[in-house]
């Protein structure tokens, strides 16, 4: 598990829209960082499938195995998830978003990596998401 200050740049690369941050990049504590760093029953959640897909992104820069778990449908969800530490993430872009009903929806994304060795990867996916109540969840992907 890795630490990031409140005040970086979020690992996910999503850029502000409000007035006065529009087009500039969020900072963690603004973005993901308000979903990692507290997550429980009382903790802000992700309320659409981007956001969560964001977060889930920046949970694998920063490691965060127990918000990956909590954040995995649970017919799907994994074990355990073992993170390779020689990995660098390089960036995410988000290409489409597709809301299919109230509670499915698909992200379409780039995620690239640089492995300890040889040269960076691009993890181009089709993920689906549910939603169970207020909460999303990631259910799998295609990978494209
Ligand atoms: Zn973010």
């Known amino acids: 598990m890795k630490s990031l200050a409140a005040t970086a740049p979020c690992p996910c690369g999503r850029l502000g829209a409000a007035p006065g941050q529009k087009g500039q990049p969020l900072c963690y504590g603004e973005c993901c960082g308000k979903y990692l760093e507290g997550h429980g029953l009382n903790s802000p ?3 659409d499938a981007q ?7 920046s949970a694998f820069v920063l490691e965060r195995e127990d918000y990956l ?3 995995w449908d649970v017919t ?6 073992a993170f ?3 990995v660098k993430w ?3 872009e988000v290409r489409s978003l597709r809301t299919l ?3 499915h929806a698909e992200v379409e994304f780039i995620a690239r990596q640089k492995p300890a060795q ?3 990867v691009r993890l181009h996916e089709r993920s689906r998401f549910v939603r169970s109540g207020v909460h999303w969840h990631y259910v799998d992907g295609d990978v494209l």
């Open 84 to 86: 390779d530490s020689g």
């Open 101 to 103: 009903d109230e509670s």
């Open 69 to 71: 778990l909590a954040t």
């Open 76 to 81: 799907r969800r994994p074990a355990s998830i």
């Open 118 to 120: 040889g040269p960076a």
């Open 45 to 47: 959640f992700p309320g």
């Open 90 to 92: 390089l960036g995410l």
């Open 51 to 57: 956001s969560l897909m964001r977060s889930r992104y």
